[in-house]
Every structure is written in C-alpha cells, then in structure tokens.
C-alpha cells in the first residue's frame, strides 16, 4: 500500500512559478515510477511529467516541456514537479501517482498508476 499526499498548489498570475510536492509513504517507493497528471474541470485526466524509478529518466507532455521539471528524492520518499512560466490553461487539479514496482508500461496512460494522491489545486489567472 501507498500512500501520496501533494502539497504546494494554489493561486498565481501568468507567468509566474509553482512548486508541487508529493510526499508517499509505504513500501517500494524507490522501485516505482512516478508521474504527475492533471485534470480541468470537463477535461480528461492528461499526463503531466513523468519520472523512472531511479530517475534517471524524465518525460513531459509537449504542452509542459520547457516550462516543467520533474524531479525525486528517493531518500526522502518524495517526487515535485517545479512549473515555470504558467499559463491559465495550466489550471487544474494536479495528482501524484505511483506505477507498480519496476513496472515496464507506458507510464504516460491514465489507466497506468496504481496509487493516486488526493490532487491539489493549481489556479493560474491571466
């Protein structure tokens, strides 16, 4: 069992920057992959970032790349996503999820977590 808990979102004008967190507790953390998504009111949960088990490995939708970084500290159990240079369209409640165990699927599918944080807000205004 995992548990992720994310932190960090909240209110921001255009342009400027967020740094979410995603703190996970239980077994095997250090074995998983890690990805954030995202989800607009009346959209699809959409992949964010993506980072492998050791993370040795990043991988970003077009819409973030540039402008996001993905990142982990597996002696700390956590996983953040740094946002730069925000746009309103970047609006959404933003979820932590964990893949299974040295897991060799397409981390960039909906359907490919197995553990999912609560989400936290992010609201960028023009």
């Known amino acids: 069992q995992v548990q992720l808990i994310e932190s960090g979102g909240g209110l921001v004008q255009a342009g400027g920057s967020l740094r979410l967190s995603c703190a996970a507790s239980?077994?095997?953390?250090?074995?998983?992959?890690m990805t954030w998504f995202r989800q607009a009111p009346g959209k699809e949960r959409e992949f964010v970032a993506g980072i492998s088990w050791r993370g040795g490995w990043t991988t970003y939708a077009d819409s973030v790349k540039g402008r996001y970084t993905i990142s982990r500290d597996n002696a700390k159990n956590t996983v953040s996503l740094q946002m730069n240079s925000l746009k309103p369209e970047d609006t959404a409640a933003y979820y932590c999820?964990?893949?299974?165990?040295?897991?060799?699927?397409?981390?960039?599918?909906?359907?490919?977590?197995?553990?999912w944080g609560q989400g936290t807000q992010v609201t960028v205004s023009s």
């Open positions: 999820a964990a893949g299974r165990p040295y897991g060799t699927g397409d981390i960039t599918a909906p359907n490919s977590p197995e553990y």
């Open positions: 239980g077994q095997n953390f250090g074995s998983r992959a």
